[in-house]
């Protein structure tokens, strides 16, 4: 099972990106039960954590660096979640990932708790 990220692109530092995470259709009937995780990987580091989101939308934690100016959000209808990300800075730059956590009750900033993964979408900032 695949999720499908999108909506990276280039943009010059200050700009905005919306990135979405679309669940395949192998799970669309069960989309809304699960926790979905965005994280980031920059070239030559680890994968972070960047936002998560409950099933219901009631808890959405976040990363100290991308508090403020990223917003995590969901459409269960559209089986679709959300990344409004304002305010870029270079350091954002990497590839972005959407996971779902078909296990947990909480949000989790945990890789290990993460099942399904997207294959990413490159964002790039620019100064």
């Known amino acids: 099972v695949q999720l499908q990220a999108s909506g990276g692109g280039l943009v010059q530092a200050g700009g905005s990106l919306r990135l979405s995470c679309l669940a395949p259709?192998?799970?669309?009937?069960?989309?809304?039960?699960?926790?979905i995780g965005w994280y980031r990987q920059a070239p030559g580091k680890q994968r972070e954590f960047v936002a998560a989101i409950s099933w219901n939308g009631g808890s959405t934690p976040y990363a100290d660096s991308v508090k403020g100016r990223f917003t995590i959000s969901r459409d269960n209808a559209k089986n679709t979640v959300y990344l409004q990300m304002n305010s870029l800075k270079p350091e954002d730059t990497g590839v972005y990932y959407c996971?779902?956590?078909?296990?947990?009750?909480?949000?989790?900033?945990?890789?290990?708790?993460?099942?399904?993964w997207g294959q990413g979408t490159q964002v790039t900032v620019s100064s």
């Open positions: 259709r192998a799970i669309t009937s069960v989309f809304n039960q699960y926790t």
């Open positions: 996971a779902a956590d078909i296990h947990g009750v909480a949000p989790s900033p945990l890789l290990r708790e993460y099942d399904y």
